[in-house]
Every structure is written in C-alpha cells, then in structure tokens.
T-cell receptor, first 114, second 116 residues
Framework: EDKVVQSPLSLVVHEGDTVTLNCSYE??????LLWYKQEKKAPTFLFML????IEKKSGRLSSILDKKELSSILNITATQTGDSAIYLC??????????????FGKGTLLTVNP | DTEVTQTPKHLVMGMTNKKSLKCEQH?????MYWYKQKAKKPPELMFV???????INESVPSRFSPECPNSSLLNLHLHALQPEDSALYLC???????????????FGPGTRLTVL
C-alpha cells in the first residue's frame, strides 16, 4: 500500500525563523511529489517535483526531491504569521492496473507566532 | 476561467433531508473529483469521474450519490446522512484523468456541510 509520511506533525516557531518540513514516501511507480498549503479552505498547490536534486523556489518557499532517499523537504525562510497553515505532501503513484493515485500525507501543522 | 466553483458554501441539513452539492469548472478538464475532509486531516477521495463516467468509487456509502450531467458539472446528492458525515466537501478537477496522471488537481473552495 502506498504511504506518505510527514514530519513533524506540528511545529511552532517565531516570526523570522526558518523551518524545514519533511516528507517521505513509499509509492509504486512514483510519478511526482506535490506540496500543498491548506488554511481554512481547500488546499492550494505549491510545488510539483519530479526530478531529484532540482530545487523549486517561490518567494520564501523552496522544495527539493531526493529520489534515492524517497523524500522531499519544504523550506520556508523568514517565516511570517501568514505562513501558519497545514502543509500537505502528496505523492502520485500507480494504484491498481494503470491508474494513478494521489496519496496524501497527514500534513504538518505550522504555527508562526508574532 | 481558471477556477473550480462550488455551491453552496455552507449547508446545514437534517438526517431525513435530501440535498445536493454542485461543482463546476470551465477549464476543459477531463476528470473531476469529490473529496471529504475532516478537520485537521488531509482530503479523502470519494469519487472520480473521467470523461463524465464514474471511474473510481472509494467504497463510499450509498447515501452519497454522485452525478456528472456534462463535462463541466459534477453533483453530489445527499440523502439520509449521519452527523458523522459533517465535513468539508471538496471538488477538484484535472486535465489528465487518473488513467494518465493524478497530479495537478485543482480544488474548489469546498462546501462546509453540517448534519444535525
């Protein structure tokens, strides 16, 4: 069965801190790894990673995939209170026959205090 | 138009009521999804429609009945729900169908459902 494990489950930091969120996976026929940010409504897409070692950046957020270690990290530098959210990692693999499935981790709850 | 819309935003219903949730996208996406999300949990997949046909049903109880009238619309009909069915119901769509790829699903804002 496909598995996506995120750590830590929750994290509390102060504004200005840098945080690193982890995601590890066991997936049949890996296709891509996705990071989402979820506040009160639906998750919003952050990054899609398919190749090992290539960092993707968007402002203060960056992410990288390590296919040898079957893991990914999401870094947030100079955190702000608006970064407080649940960060979801999802991995695309194969589920039954040739269908692909998006398997989510449980998420990391990040709280950034002023 | 690059968004998925859902109505209503909030719904309160009794256990004997019949109601429907609606989802719409005009991006020409070929797959549409219903997810259920409980507080502080990731979304759980319920149904997938590919090319307007139900392709995946993740063992969802029959009190939830999906319908895809056309390529832009997805409904979820609700009947005889239980209080534990209270959750955020999310619709998503993607250009690729699950047969090709699940990645890059675009989510709607969700319907917050409360069952009394």
């Amino acid at each position: 069965e496909d598995k996506v494990v995120q750590s830590p489950l929750s994290l509390v930091v102060h504004e200005g801190d840098t945080v690193t969120l982890n995601c590890s996976y066991e997936v049949t026929n890996f296709r891509s790894l996705l990071w989402y940010k979820q506040e009160k409504k639906a998750p919003t897409f952050l990054f899609m990673l398919t190749s090992s070692g290539i960092e993707k950046k968007s402002g203060r957020l960056s992410s990288i995939l390590d296919k040898k270690e079957l893991s990914s990290i999401l870094n947030i530098t100079a955190t702000q209170t608006g970064d407080s959210a649940i960060y979801l990692c999802a991995v695309e693999g194969v589920s039954g026959g040739s269908n692909y499935k998006l398997t989510f981790g449980k998420g990391t709850l990040l709280t950034v205090n002023p | 138009d690059t968004e998925v819309t859902q109505t209503p935003k909030h719904l309160v219903m009794g256990m004997t009521n019949k109601k429907s949730l609606k989802c719409e996208q005009h991006m020409g996406h070929r797959a549409m999804y219903w997810y259920k999300q409980k507080a502080k949990k990731p979304p759980e997949l319920m149904f997938v429609y590919s090319y307007e046909k139900l392709s995946i049903n993740e063992s969802v109880p029959s009190r939830f009945s999906p319908e895809c009238p056309n390529s832009s619309l997805l409904n979820l009909h609700l009947h005889a729900l239980q209080p534990e069915d209270s959750a955020l119901y999310l619709c998503a769509s993607s250009q690729d169908t699950p047969h090709d790829s699940w990645a890059t699903q675009y989510f709607g804002p969700g319907t917050r459902l409360t069952v009394l």
